[in-house]
T-cell receptor, first 115, second 114 residues
């Protein structure tokens, strides 16, 4: 298995531009998570999906952030408009949680820099 | 509410010496506990987990962790540290009441010095 796939690996954009991050979870996994990692705030859970349905988006920082999961093999995290404080590493993770003690598998992350 | 505390931001240890990375947790029910490691410019990788049974759990790369219910701790240990163990380590917890996401600690940076 290729693991969780994220694209792009690096993104540099200017303030005000729209940014779209992409994630392909491990086949057969029914949960998908989006995290943001910064030096100041550590690892933050933004939103998670179960069977393509958003379950909890309370971690999404502002209305500028949105996430979708149109099917079991693809999810996007969009920031519009982007701001310099959005600069961070964004991770996607997936898990097969029919039994709640299964670990989450993380992608390599997307390093976002907003100038 | 679930929470995890990693009291040390940084742990330094000499190569060949034993290492310990501390973690304490708080959950309403019985905990499921995890350790992850993050190498530079990489995602988090699963190391080991405690679900039930033996309090000493063995994982990848020679790491182990001991579940202590009375102290609500799950410290990560290794008998002999390697320079290649230098990384960021995260403890995480979930209670067993349902399919809730893992709650991660802030991470502890381990530096193993040759």
């Amino acid at each position: 298995d290729a693991g969780v796939i994220q694209s792009p690996r690096h993104e540099v954009t200017e303030m005000g531009q729209e940014v779209t991050l992409r994630c392909k979870p491990i086949s057969g996994h029914d949960y998908l998570f989006w995290y943001r990692q910064t030096m100041m705030r550590g690892l933050e859970l933004l939103i998670y999906f179960n069977n393509n349905v958003p379950i909890d988006d309370s971690g999404m920082p502002e209305d500028r952030f949105s996430a979708k999961m149109p099917n079991a093999s693809f999810s996007t995290l969009k920031i519009q408009p982007s701001e310099p404080r959005d600069s961070a590493v964004y991770f996607c993770a997936s898990s097969f949680l029919s039994s709640s003690y299964n670990e989450q598998f993380f992608g390599p992350g997307t390093r976002l820099t907003v100038l | 509410a679930q929470s995890v505390a990693q009291p040390e931001d940084q742990v330094n240890v000499a190569e060949g010496n034993p290492l310990t990375v501390k973690c304490t947790y708080s959950v309403s029910g019985n905990p499921y506990l995890f350790w992850y490691v993050q190498y530079p410019n990489r995602g988090l990788q699963f190391l080991l987990k405690y679900i039930t049974g033996d309090n000493l759990v063995k994982g990848s790369y020679g790491f182990e962790a001991e579940f202590n219910k009375s102290q609500t701790s799950f410290h990560l240990k290794k008998p002999s540290a390697l320079v290649s163990d230098s990384a960021l380590y995260f403890c995480a917890v979930r209670d067993n009441s349902g399919n809730t996401p893992l709650v991660f600690g802030k991470g502890t940076r381990l530096s193993v010095i040759a």
